[in-house]
């Protein structure tokens, strides 16, 4: 996105395909960095906690007959 373009931005994001596309992505759990990578790398890396709410998250929007891009409440 341009309006973010050659800048640093934090974001904090509960839905995870609103950040898939970032450059670094740092995973946090009581206030520790527990990971920390790109959506693909975290999704890779064995264990990872990334991968298992990206896929708790999928899953639970393919429960409500849905895409990542909009939710919508039943």
Partial sequence: N???ASRTSITI???LGS???VDTIIVLKSARIIEKG???????????EY???????QQGLAAYG??????KEP
């Fill in 38 to 48: 790109t959506h693909a790398q975290l999704l890779q890396k064995p264990g990872s």
């Fill in 2 to 4: 341009d309006l973010a």
């Fill in 13 to 15: 994001a509960h839905r």
């Fill in 19 to 21: 950040i898939k596309d």
């Fill in 66 to 71: 849905e895409d990542d891009e909009e939710r």
């Fill in 51 to 57: 991968a298992a709410m990206w896929t708790a998250q």
